[in-house]
Antibody, heavy 120, light 108 residues
Framework: EVQLVQPGAEVRKPGESLKISCKAS????????IGWVRQMPGKGLEWMGI????????TYSPSFQGQVTISADKSISTAYLQWSSLKAADTALYYC?????????????WGQGTLVSVSS | SSELTQPPSVSVSPGQTARITCSGD??????AYWYQQKPGQAPVLVIY???ERPSGIPERFSGSSSGTTVTLTISGVQAEDEADYYC???????????FGGGTKLTVL
């Protein structure tokens, strides 16, 4: 059974750094793209970027390029999303998603989401 | 263009047919995908490649494409189908993805 397991919540202050994780299981991690989707409170879905764990090739939405970093550790089947300096506007629910086999943008499995709260 | 336009809301009575449209100038060349999101839950893929249905998704969900508009059709709507629905596609170069604004389906 394919699973993407994320921590439930993280709380930080503005200016702090953060790295959230997505632990994959139930499939061959390096064979599928894995990405991130943001959902701000009461709002819609926003695609942030995606990475191919086999070679760490990553592509980002123009809206998020330079704002976050996506990485993956294939030795532990885990993808990451990180910020170097959080802002209050980063408060949102972040989902990790698996891309389809040979079909980059078919998001067939979703994690349960990590709620990131940024407040002073 | 990276813009997908959906109606904010659609309302239908149980047993009727719901149609949710999504317009984008990348269609039909770029594939459309549809996701269902119920309150407090992660989205679920219900249609891929314009009209393909993943295993486990009821047959009442179908997708179609005509010109620059794609449509998610739910036949014989049930109360459990009440949710937000999002279309998604990618740019012409296949470099990045983007979502429509979402449509809230209300079952009266």
């Amino acid at each position: 059974e394919v699973q993407l397991v994320q921590p439930g919540a993280e709380v930080r202050k503005p200016g702090e750094s953060l790295k959230i994780s997505c632990k994959a299981s139930g499939y061959t991690f390096i064979n599928y793209w894995i990405g991130w989707v943001r959902q701000m409170p009461g709002k819609g879905l926003e695609w942030m970027g995606i990475i191919y764990p086999a070679d760490s090739d990553a592509t980002y939405s123009p809206s998020f390029q330079g704002q976050v970093t996506i990485s993956a550790d294939k030795s532990i089947s885990t993808a990451y999303l990180q910020w170097s300096s959080l802002k209050a506007a980063d408060t949102a629910l972040y989902y990790c998603v698996r891309g389809g086999f040979g079909e980059l943008f078919r998001f067939d499995y979703w994690g349960q989401g990590t709620l990131v709260s940024v407040s002073s | 263009s990276s813009e997908l336009t959906q109606p904010p809301s659609v309302s239908v009575s149980p047993g009727q047919t719901a149609r949710i449209t999504c317009s984008g100038d990348g269609f039909p060349d770029q594939y459309a995908y549809w996701y269902q999101q119920k309150p407090g839950q992660a989205p679920v893929l219900v249609i891929y490649k314009h009209s393909e249905r993943p295993s486990g998704i009821p047959e009442r969900f179908s997708g179609s494409s005509s010109g620059t508009t794609v449509t998610l059709t739910i036949s014989g709507v049930q109360a459990e189908d009440e949710a937000d629905y999002y279309c998604q596609s990618s740019d012409h170069g296949g470099t990045y993805a983007f979502f429509g604004g979402g449509t809230k389906l209300t079952v009266l």
